[in-house]
């Protein structure tokens, strides 16, 4: 991500000393690995959706996380997922989460997704396989945006079959959703209420916070 204009901070679930008091209103994005530990991120879940509703730019790869974990991030009331992996992968609403990626770009990376969305609660569906289940979700959470991905393109970029690297598919998909917020065609997800309560700390995240100025789409 850094070769593709990003300034970023690697944060692991070792890390806590070092990253508890990362300041979120630093960054634009915030990108999480299906490797975290959801238990700490949920921790933060009330952090994580002030920050996005404020502007912020969330991708989570999600196979690790259980209902009610999804339900605590931003966006993720009303989702929920069960297991099944393969490698067909179809773009079901092209646009600006997608970057102009086909469905073959998505497909056999040996093993793209892990597990598919039974409900997709106000978020719509961005990519599904070939029996028409979710794989990938994607909204506005106030003034900030949300990606849910059972496809691990943080694993993919450097592993598995298919071009690897950030201007692969597995790189320009991340891209696409750290850059989403930006958008003004970004889909809406309706929502209620305040933002939740003022962002203090980060716990350790395995996965990557970038800054980078809006870019236009």
């Known amino acids: 991500m850094t070769s593709l204009g990003f300034t970023t901070t690697f944060s692991s ?6 990253y508890a008091a990362l ?5 634009t994005s915030i990108f999480i690995a299906w490797t975290a530990n959801s238990s700490l991120i949920v921790s933060q879940s009330a952090n994580l959706n002030n920050w996005v509703f404020s502007g912020g730019s969330l991708f989570l790869e999600s196979p690790n996380f259980d209902d009610a974990q999804l339900a605590a991030m931003p966006g993720g009331v009303g989702l929920s997922q069960s297991g099944g992996g393969g490698d067909d992968v179809v773009v079901t609403t092209p646009g600006i989460y997608t970057a102009g990626l086909t469905d073959a770009d998505f497909s056999a990376w040996s093993n793209s997704y892990h597990n598919t ?3 997709t609660g106000s978020l719509t569906t961005i990519l599904s396989n070939t029996s028409s289940n979710a794989l990938a979700l994607a909204g506005s959470f106030g003034s900030g945006s949300v990606v849910f991905s059972q496809l691990d393109p943080s694993y993919h970029i450097q592993n598995g079959s298919g071009p690897t690297g950030p201007t692969s598919s597995k790189g320009l998909f991340i891209q696409a959703g750290l850059l989403a917020a930006y958008s003004e065609d970004a889909p809406e997800l309706s929502t209620s209420g305040a933002p939740l309560g003022l962002a203090i700390a980060l716990l350790p995240l395995l996965a990557f916070s970038s800054r980078r100025k809006p870019q236009p789409v």
């Open 13 to 18: 679930d070792f890390d806590f000393s070092s």
């Open 23 to 27: 300041d979120y209103s630093s960054y």
């Open 117 to 119: 969305f039974n409900a």
